[in-house]
């Protein structure tokens, strides 16, 4: 009889936004936690290890990603007003802007090109279902714009948000490999490179290296947010 | 902090209306992240309010996209028959991307000192 009661309140539970909610905080706190703890490794970033998490805890209790959502939508609300604040750090980077602006936006313009164009063809060359094409050609920008343009140009959001922390990591990783290898000694121009590429991941990366990398980057994950925003789309439409 | 989210709102309206009213495909909130970055130059600084909450919520951006992450639960037969292609197509775009940025700049920057 306790036994029956106790599976009736995990039912009411499991569904209640309150779980959804408490259960994406605990795990987030928890991940971050390790993150720092590795002195942020990029392959344990927190939004890996905290998606990981809670998805195998969905598989596990049988819960439905609309009941986990009914909570956890009050979080991911906060995702709008929070990319809106990005204006601030950019506007921070202006007398950089104006000093750089013409090799930035040519470099800005190519890369981001470059970027789309070459995951969306290389998938769909080895057989990649059109969803995936599109969740790929936005993976180089920050997740919160990289989801709305996945949205937009008929990917999916939610893989979009995954393949953009991958990307982010696999950047972090080959990237310093890459730029060290190609003998780039200007950290400004290795900051902007990783920082188009890898979009915030590459840039905590960046830091490590200097805070001169650190801020370029910044500044190229800035910009390059806009550029893929305005030109991807267009560049979508013309390639299908 | 309330100031300076009301404020961070308004300008997510007036993102979402400018991307509804030309039916242009941006996502509301970069549109909004535009309005906002022109706004604070023709005003040439950052109001506090707007400093502080920026502050307070930036931190936690990736934290903002763990709800939507988790979605591809609903997708990972979508993993299992792409996954390989994307993990190659990524390490592609990354080894052509990179060079190419870094060597345009290089470029660039050596025609501009001329």
Not at chain 1, 21 to 27: C, E, G, K
Not at chain 1, 62 to 89: C, E, M, N, R, W
Not at chain 1, 140 to 158: H, N
Not at chain 2, 60 to 87: E, K, T
Request: proline content about 5%; hydrophobic content about 55%; aromatic content about 10%.
């Amino acid at each position: 009889m306790a036994k029956e009661g106790l599976s009736e309140i995990w039912v009411y539970l499991s569904a209640s936004p309150l779980t959804g909610l408490t259960i994406t905080l605990l795990a987030y706190s928890f991940s971050h936690r390790i993150y720092q703890a590795s002195h942020n490794n990029p392959l344990l970033h927190p939004v890996l290890i905290s998606a990981t998490l809670l998805i195998s805890f969905l598989l596990i209790t049988d819960t439905s990603y609309q009941d986990y959502f009914k909570g956890s939508q009050y979080i991911h609300f906060i995702l709008g007003p929070a990319t809106v604040a990005l204006a601030i750090p950019m506007y921070q980077q202006i007398s950089k802007i104006k000093q750089l602006w013409l090799p930035i936006t040519v470099t800005m313009i190519s890369g981001v090109s470059v970027a789309a164009i070459s995951s969306i063809l290389i998938s769909r060359v080895l057989g990649a279902s059109i969803e995936t094409q599109m969740s790929l050609a936005p993976k180089s920008v920050t997740a919160p714009v990289a989801m709305g343009i996945s949205e937009k140009i008929g990917g999916l959001p939610s893989l979009t948000a995954a393949l953009v922390v991958i990307t982010g990591i696999l950047g972090a990783i080959l990237g310093t490999k890459i730029l060290h290898a190609l003998k780039l000694k200007d950290h400004s121009i290795k900051g902007i490179a990783m920082g188009i590429t890898a979009h915030g991941i590459g840039t905590a990366r960046a830091f490590q290296v200097s805070s001169e990398m650190g801020a370029f980057s910044g500044l190229a994950m800035a910009l390059a947010t806009f550029t893929t925003a305005f030109i991807l789309p267009y560049l979508v439409r013309w390639l299908n | 902090m309330l100031n300076g989210f009301i404020i961070l709102l308004i300008f997510f309206l007036i993102g979402e209306f400018i991307a509804n009213l030309f039916a242009w495909p941006i996502p509301g909130s970069v549109m909004g992240m535009l309005v906002l970055f022109i706004f604070l130059i023709a005003r040439s600084g950052i109001p506090k309010s707007i400093k502080h909450s920026s502050e307070t919520l930036l931190p936690y951006l990736p934290l903002f996209i763990v709800p939507a992450s988790v979605g591809i639960v609903g997708h990972l037969y979508l993993l299992q028959q792409d996954g390989l292609i994307i993990v190659l197509a990524m390490i592609a775009s990354l080894v052509v991307g990179i060079p190419l940025c870094g060597w345009l700049m290089q470029k660039i920057l050596a025609w501009q000192a001329k």
